[in-house]
C-alpha cells in the first residue's frame, strides 16, 4: 500500500538535545512538508520541499532543519534552538502538478515531548 | 493572522442530526479543502472545492463556496458517531509570491450516541 510512514509515533527528549524525525513516502510525490500542530491549534508550516535537493523555510522554520537528499525522504531536525519543541509534528506529500490541485497526503504524526 | 478560520471551534451534536461547519478566508483562492483529523491521527483529506465552483458532493458530505463573501461551509448529514473527529479546511492561494496551502484552526465535532 502506498502512504507515508513517520517514525518514531512517540518521543522524548531532554532539553539541549538534537532529535530527527523520520518521514518517508512510497507515493512518488514531487513534495513533502512538515506541520506542527500544537494543542486545539491550526498547522503550521515548518520547511517544505518542491523536488529532491531544494527545500524552502516556512512560517516557522526557527530552529527547525531538514534536508531532502532522496525524493522518498524529508527528515526534519528539532535543534536545541527550537524554544518550546514540544508538539504534535506531521509530515505531508503530494503532486501538484497532477491535478492542478495541491491535495496533501498525511503521515499518522509524531509527538514530541521535552522532559 | 490565520488565512482560514473556522467557525465554531466546537460543536456537539446528537447522532442523526446534521452538522455544519463554516470557514472564512482572506484573500482570492484556487481552490478550498476540507479536511478530517481523529484524534492524534494525520489528516485525511475529505473533498475540494475549486473557485469557479459554488457547491459539491461527495455521499454525506456537501460543500459550499462563496467566493463574493470568501467564505465556505461544510456540511455532513445524518451525522454518525464515526463522525467525531476535527474538521479543517485549507485554502490553496497565492501568497507573498508563493502558492500555498494555508490550514485553519479547525471545528471539533463530536456525535453523541
Known amino acids: 500500500d502506498g502512504g507515508i510512514t513517520q517514525s518514531p509515533k512517540y518521543l522524548f527528549r531532554k532539553e539541549g538535545q538534537n532529535v530527527t524525525l523520520s518521514c518517508e513516502q512510497n507515493?512518488?510525490?514531487?513534495?513533502m512538508y512538515w506541520y506542527r500542530q500544537d494543542p486545539g491549534q491550526g498547522l503550521r508550516l515548518i520547511y517544505y520541499?518542491?523536488?529532491?535537493?531544494?527545500?524552502q523555510k516556512g512560517d516557522i522554520a526557527e530552529g527547525y532543519s531538514v534536508s531532502r537528499e532522496k525524493k522518498e525522504s524529508f527528515p526534519l531536525t528539532v535543534t536545541s534552538a527550537q524554544k518550546n519543541p514540544t508538539a504534535f509534528y506531521l509530515c505531508?506529500?503530494?503532486?501538484?502538478?497532477?491535478?492542478?490541485?495541491?491535495?496533501?497526503?498525511f503521515g499518522a504524526g509524531s509527538r514530541l515531548t521535552v522532559l | 493572522s490565520q488565512q482560514g478560520e473556522e467557525d465554531p471551534q466546537a460543536l456537539s451534536i446528537q447522532e442523526g442530526e446534521n452538522a455544519t461547519m463554516n470557514c472564512s478566508y482572506k484573500?482570492?483562492?484556487?481552490?478550498l479543502q476540507w479536511y478530517r483529523q481523529n484524534s492524534g491521527r494525520g489528516l485525511v483529506h475529505l473533498i475540494l472545492i475549486r473557485s469557479n465552483e459554488r457547491e459539491k458532493h461527495s455521499g454525506r458530505l456537501r460543500v459550499t463556496l462563496d467566493t463574493s463573501k470568501k467564505s465556505s461551509s461544510l456540511l455532513i448529514t445524518a451525522s454518525r458517531a464515526a463522525d467525531t473527529a476535527s474538521y479543517f479546511c485549507?485554502?490553496?492561494?497565492?501568497?507573498?509570491?508563493?502558492?500555498?496551502?494555508?490550514f485553519g484552526q479547525g471545528t471539533r465535532l463530536t456525535i453523541n450516541p
Open positions: 505531508a506529500s503530494s503532486n501538484p502538478g497532477t491535478s492542478g490541485a495541491n491535495v496533501l497526503t
Open positions: 484573500t482570492s483562492i484556487n481552490n
Open positions: 485549507a485554502t490553496d492561494a497565492l501568497i507573498q509570491g508563493a502558492q500555498k496551502l494555508v
Open positions: 507515493l512518488n510525490h514531487d513534495a
Open positions: 520541499s518542491q523536488i529532491v535537493n531544494d527545500f
